[in-house]
Each structure stands twice: as structure tokens, then as C-alpha cells.
């Protein structure tokens, strides 16, 4: 798991808007599977702000002040579950991903 995070982790790096879709989307799906059968509070909440967040991406027309909205939600939402996670790692992972997704938004 901490790999694919890393991945997520570069990408906020070098700039969100320069991930390609279909990557932003893969990258998504990939967090969604991480979160299926997380029973820590707020997971569901980034589930579903996840959700939300690659059906604005897949729109005709991307809305980026929506988009920028539910990447702070996200990444206050990421930040606090961050540490609720048993695996140091993962916890680090997860709240180098928080950071960087207000850094984006």
C-alpha cells in the first residue's frame, strides 16, 4: 500500500494539475480500495469525497473551484485519520498525502 501512496505523494509534488486524468482516476479507485473495509471514523467520508472527486474529473468540463473545494476537505479529512492508522508507515504516508493535498488546494 505504501508504494501506490508514494506514487500519490510525487504526484502532489510536482503539481496535481499536471497528473493526467486517467492517472488521477486510478489513483482514486486505488485509495477507494484501500478504504473499502476501513472501519476507522471518517473513511467513509473520504470514500465518498473520493467518489465525488473522479466524477468531477471525468465531467465534459472539469469545475476546478469545485474540484479545489474537495481537495481541502480531503486533505483535512486525510490528515485526521492519518493518525488513527496502526501502521506507522501508512500513517506517514497518509498524512504526507494530507499536507500535500492542501499545499494543491
Same mark, same amino acid.
Given at each position: 500500500?505504501?508504494?501506490?501512496?508514494?506514487?500519490?505523494?510525487?504526484a502532489?509534488?510536482?503539481?496535481?494539475?499536471?497528473?493526467?486524468?486517467?492517472?488521477?482516476?486510478?489513483?482514486?479507485?486505488?485509495?477507494q480500495?484501500?478504504?473499502?473495509?476501513?472501519?476507522?471514523?471518517? %473513511?467513509?467520508?473520504?470514500?465518498?469525497?473520493?467518489?465525488?472527486? &473522479? +466524477?468531477?474529473?471525468? !465531467?465534459?468540463? @472539469? *469545475?476546478g =473551484? %469545485?474540484?479545489?473545494?474537495l481537495?481541502?476537505s480531503?486533505?483535512? &479529512? +486525510?490528515?485526521?485519520? !492519518?493518525?488513527? @492508522? *496502526?501502521? =506507522?508507515?501508512?500513517?506517514?504516508?497518509?498524512?504526507g498525502?494530507?499536507?500535500?493535498?492542501?499545499?494543491? !488546494?
Open positions: 500500500m505504501a508504494a501506490r501512496f508514494t506514487k500519490l505523494n510525487n502532489i509534488k510536482s503539481g496535481l494539475e499536471t497528473l493526467a486524468i486517467k492517472a488521477a482516476v486510478e489513483q482514486i479507485d486505488y485509495w480500495e484501500q478504504l473499502a473495509d476501513v472501519e476507522t471514523a471518517g %473513511a467513509k467520508g473520504i470514500h465518498a469525497d473520493l467518489a465525488s472527486l &473522479k +466524477t468531477k474529473l471525468q !465531467a465534459d468540463e @472539469v *469545475d =473551484e %469545485a474540484v479545489k473545494k481537495l481541502g480531503l486533505a483535512d &479529512k +486525510t490528515e485526521k485519520i !492519518a493518525g488513527r @492508522v *496502526d501502521d =506507522e508507515k501508512i500513517s506517514e504516508q497518509l498524512a498525502v494530507g499536507e500535500g493535498l492542501h499545499q494543491a !488546494a
